[in-house]
């Protein structure tokens, strides 16, 4: 059936008088605490959440042998999550529409010192129209508007003419696997949408990214004789100069990277953690970066990697301290290419359309220099991946928040776009 | 009495009778893990030591107050040393010479990954001429040789004619203090002396030491929005910059000081720990750095600490990061002056002859540019303080080791020295 303007009335409304329950949902998310490793139980709580509105439900493990066989996966480490992929499947009696994918995932990064923070960063708190907490935009509000956007479309007796697959997933911090098993576990779709807090609007390409960890250990003596030791801290410090040179290399090359060539900086490098030495008068013997690196859509990340290992090595000829002591460098986190959204597709103008009824103003795409789950629906599955979403401040930050009007409006055009996409008809009977 | 040719011959014997069981105590002494705080069963068991020798003992903790009075005190933290000082003391009946105080400090430095070392740090082995083991040079060769020192002297029926106190401190190797609270706790005598592990050579000049955090903070932010936000970790690596061009000045000014003009970089900033950080995809909002930088004698060690200061503070002025986030500096132990041993003393003249007793060559002195606790007795009791003992390698390092034949000759000469300087007499009979 067409959406009559009625029906898209009625959905907007429909989206309005859930949005209390969705807000409730959103901080029951945010309250879990789920980090890296630690999604056991929120996932747990999306799979009932899940099963209460009848859906199907599918919840599997990954296969890291498989995932090392694919070249979208990352390396296995300690520090790899074990918790299962969930995903709710909504199967219409007959197929009458395209197929959807709605992602999310639940993993969030590490809150940091809790003193930067306002409030407790695991308990949701609401002021004005923000909700602040870590995970609150990314992206635990996209879980419940993936969940609540379909629960609109209910609540006026309707629901989509074709499969929708609700796949809630971790690892998208650290490596991308957990979207790269669902790919692997076969779902497949006519189109994905990922409401990541992406200010309302559409990514219309992003940077694959690579986590790499460098090691340099060596000779400590007493700090009296620090002439003859050497500093691994020190030593760790001019390899990251080493990498700020490959980095400004590779932003360099911006120009031959359409979507990229106006952004100041796409290729950003980061030193994100750093430890090294045991003792003030004792030279370091030993140093640890965790270091993230973009790489431009169309770059093989192996190749990259390569480039990344080489400039290590040739720095460490030339250095008379890491000539005899080379760094150890490890690559064990994302491994993964970005991609582009080719501009043109029916997914997109559906989409845009929808924004539009929602929100009142045309949709606008943008690049994001970060990584994306969307990518192994754009890479591998070779879909339309939408990765679109509400206003947020202060992602990865303290202070955490999402805009709940931008979200409540982010839903309902999630639910039209649904509606366009799949189709609508009155609820199967059971 | 004098000492006779014979009886320097049988103090030489007496040395070598006992040097089986020297060896197996400073083993012992290896075997306990006195890291900072961990100190309370060796200086336990040292106290028995000297309990089954018949010294007279002192057993006391250390006093916060009065050592933060003392301008020689390095402040308190929480990874502050509890154990306490112990003092063995021979009075004999009647004092007929100079008094001694023979010191040595049991606290050391940690040994930092297991697998750079050969074998377990904590368990003394013997390959050849080397005991191996953190702590077998600095300074647990010391300590026992301070004891068997006077054991030798005692199995051929001597003593020394005058009060020797045998010192056993903590905290050396990070505030100084152990050595402080025995100046406090009113120790006095004519001379001390330190057997740290010198090269068999005399200490002519040391420098002080300071030790201090700086701490960094500020906003993180998604990696992706990098030129938002700032990067702790850089921007404290920025301030190692500037401590490095203090470091610099200062060594510029080495020929201003005779006994330190020589060498070619008597002042040695450390940057000995880093931590910063939680995730390699979020920019790090934190980093605090332990640095050591040592100071010339007859350099005031608070003007020191502000000159670290205003070098940070006037760095960060110009900084656009900095500004706005200022570094938090902490003084937070080390806080303490060098010394410089005057030519000419009895004490060096003494112990010159001792030595070449025992090895055969002139007494060497050379000028060492890190802590050692001789200041307290050098700069506050105001008495020759000689830091002067055996042969090492790798000190503060992997596979630390003493060269037990050094370690034999040094105590020889450590008890001739006692003997000449304190007199010997038959012991008395109780």
């Given at each position: 059936m067409t959406l009559t303007a009625q029906m898209r009335d009625d959905i907007v409304r429909s989206v309005e008088d859930g949005f209390a329950a969705q807000v409730e949902f959103t901080g029951a998310l945010v309250g879990f605490r789920s980090n890296r490793g630690e999604e056991h139980t929120i996932q747990d709580f999306i799979y009932r959440a899940l099963g209460d509105r009848g859906y199907a439900r599918d919840r599997f493990a990954m296969d890291p042998e498989a995932i090392a066989r694919h070249p979208g996966g990352a390396p296995w480490s300690d520090t790899h999550s074990e918790a299962p992929i969930v995903v709710g499947i909504h199967r219409p009696r007959a197929e009458a529409g395209r197929s959807l994918i709605l992602q999310s995932h639940l993993d969030v990064v590490p809150a940091g010192p809790?003193?930067?923070?306002?409030?407790?960063?695991y308990v949701a708190r609401i002021e004005g129209d923000w909700m602040f907490g870590r995970g609150a935009a990314d992206m635990k509000a996209g879980a419940a508007a993936n969940i609540f956007a379909l629960d609109a479309l209910r609540r006026i007796g309707l629901e989509p003419a074709s499969t929708v697959y609700i796949q809630s997933v971790v690892e998208e911090e650290s490596t991308g696997n957990g979207a790269l098993m669902t790919h692997l576990r076969g779902y497949q779709a006519d189109a994905v949408l990922i409401p990541e807090p992406e200010d309302e609007m559409l990514v219309r390409a992003n940077t694959g990214v690579l986590w790499f960890r460098v090691e340099v250990s060596g000779l400590p003596v007493h700090v009296r004789e620090m002439g003859s030791g050497t500093n691994a801290i020190d030593a760790a410090y001019r390899l990251v100069g080493a990498l700020r040179e490959l980095e400004a290399r590779w932003n360099a090359k911006k120009a031959d990277h359409p979507h990229f060539?106006?952004?100041?900086?796409p290729i950003n490098l980061n030193v994100g953690r750093i430890e090294g030495g045991d003792w003030a008068s004792s030279v370091p013997c030993w140093c640890a970066i965790d270091c993230r690196i973009a790489i431009y859509p169309g770059t093989d990340a192996g190749a990259a990697a390569s480039e990344i290992r080489d400039c290590l090595a040739q720095f460490s000829r030339a250095d008379p301290y890491l000539s005899n002591n080379p760094p150890v460098v490890t690559f064990d986190g994302f491994h993964a290419e970005g991609y582009v959204l080719e501009a043109g597709s029916e997914a997109e103008a559906v989409l845009g359309r929808a924004h539009e009824e929602a929100i009142g103003t045309p949709l606008q795409s943008f690049t994001t220099p970060g990584y994306l789950d969307t990518r192994v629906y754009a890479l591998y599955d070779r879909i339309p991946a939408l990765c679109y979403g509400p206003i947020s401040r202060n992602i990865h930050g303290f202070d955490e928040c999402v805009s709940l009007s931008s979200v409540q409006r982010i839903t309902t055009a999630m639910a039209l776009f649904i509606a366009h996409w799949c189709g609508v008809k009155p609820i199967d009977k059971a």
């Open positions: 809790r003193a930067m923070w306002a409030s407790d960063p060539a106006d952004l100041d900086h």
